[in-house]
């Protein structure tokens, strides 16, 4: 395994919504350099086959093993749906390889949630990792899914904290599909910037509803990874660089609301 405490964290989800990874991993981990990879020309992901997420994660990640990366970090739940174990086999002992849906599972069953929501794209509703996964290890927990093809696109769009998103937000949570639950999984990256709306949608009928996101509950299990191997940079700050596969000025502007901050793109068109 690479074993280097400073090369990178590599990362790639189907657009820019995989930029909250990022960006919760450089909060519980601030010296870490990162390579990100926004396979913008192809998103989104939840509607393609899963051959075809296979055949756009394998080209990624033989791009993200070239630049020697310590980890590599599927930012995308219909990717760790259908691609996480063809990319570990990729990878081999080159990297370790991480995905965004087994540490919610976990986090579920940890807190022993009986009752469970998940939302996400048509790609990971019908693939029912979320839900298999979490009865493996509990057969006695209810999951309750809904595909929520439009808060993808709309986020993408700038469409956030205001009368658009909250009506559609509201039209969704209202299905009787995710009724009666004590949490609700954010099952896709793009989610967490609508985290606080859907907070205070529960909050408005009085209803006590935990909302998950997956961006800050990886972070948290990478860094516990790495801190058990060895694998923290603890020293000087690295530097960090973001391609995406089709660039435009909006993408450009879109970013700074999923990382905080200005972030320089740069076209990589690596499907030719």
Same mark, same amino acid.
């Given at each position: 395994?690479?074993?280097?405490?400073?090369?990178?964290?590599?990362?790639?989800?189907?657009?820019?919504?995989?930029?909250?990874?990022?960006?919760?991993?450089?909060?519980?981990?601030?010296?870490?350099?990162?390579?990100?990879?926004?396979?913008?020309?192809?998103?989104?992901?939840?509607?393609?086959?899963?051959?075809?997420?296979?055949?756009?994660?394998?080209?990624?990640?033989?791009?993200?093993?070239?630049?020697?990366?310590?980890?590599?970090?599927?930012?995308?739940?219909?990717?760790?749906?259908?691609?996480?174990?063809?990319?570990?086999?990729?990878?081999?002992?080159?990297?370790? /390889?991480?995905?965004? #849906?087994?540490?919610?599972?976990? !986090?579920?069953?940890?807190? &022993? *949630?009986? $009752?469970? +929501?998940?939302?996400?794209?048509?790609?990971?509703?019908?693939?029912?990792?979320?839900?298999?996964?979490?009865?493996?290890?509990?057969?006695?927990?209810?999951?309750?899914?809904?595909?929520?093809?439009?808060?993808?696109?709309?986020?993408?769009?700038?469409?956030?904290?205001?009368?658009?998103?909250?009506?559609?937000?509201?039209?969704?949570?209202?299905?009787?599909?995710?009724?009666?639950?004590?949490?609700?999984?954010?099952?896709?990256?793009?989610?967490?910037?609508?985290?606080?709306?859907?907070?205070?949608?529960?909050?408005?009928?009085?209803?006590?509803?935990?909302?998950?996101?997956?961006?800050?509950? /990886?972070?948290?299990? #990478?860094?516990?990874?790495?801190? !058990?191997?060895?694998?923290? &940079? *603890?020293? $000087?700050? +690295?530097?960090?660089?973001?391609y995406v596969s089709d660039y435009t000025e909006s993408f450009a502007k879109t970013t700074q609301l999923f990382f905080k901050e200005s972030v320089d793109l740069i076209h990589l068109p690596l499907f030719k």
């Amino acid at each position: 395994m690479n074993n280097n405490a400073h090369a990178a964290i590599g990362l790639f989800d189907s657009g820019i919504g995989g930029l909250t990874v990022a960006n919760a991993i450089l909060e519980q981990l601030p010296n870490e350099s990162l390579i990100y990879f926004g396979d913008t020309a192809h998103l989104p992901y939840g509607d393609k086959s899963a051959d075809t997420i296979r055949y756009f994660t394998k080209t990624i990640g033989a791009f993200l093993l070239s630049k020697e990366c310590k980890i590599l970090v599927i930012a995308c739940n219909t990717a760790s749906s259908v691609a996480f174990d063809m990319l570990e086999n990729m990878a081999g002992d080159k990297a370790y /390889v991480f995905n965004v #849906i087994d540490a919610v599972v976990e !986090e579920v069953i940890r807190k &022993n *949630y009986k $009752k469970v +929501g998940v939302i996400g794209t048509l790609g990971t509703i019908n693939s029912n990792a979320y839900k298999s996964k979490i009865n493996n290890k509990d057969a006695s927990v209810s999951v309750q899914q809904l595909a929520t093809p439009l808060l993808a696109p709309m986020i993408e769009s700038g469409f956030v904290d205001g009368q658009i998103s909250h009506l559609v937000i509201e039209e969704y949570l209202n299905a009787p599909e995710l009724q009666d639950i004590e949490t609700l999984i954010l099952a896709c990256t793009h989610y967490p910037l609508i985290k606080k709306e859907i907070e205070a949608f529960y909050a408005a009928k009085n209803k006590k509803v935990d909302v998950l996101a997956t961006n800050e509950i /990886v972070a948290v299990q #990478i860094k516990k990874f790495m801190i !058990e191997h060895g694998l923290v &940079n *603890y020293e $000087k700050k +690295g530097k960090s660089a973001f391609y995406v596969s089709d660039y435009t000025e909006s993408f450009a502007k879109t970013t700074q609301l999923f990382f905080k901050e200005s972030v320089d793109l740069i076209h990589l068109p690596l499907f030719k």
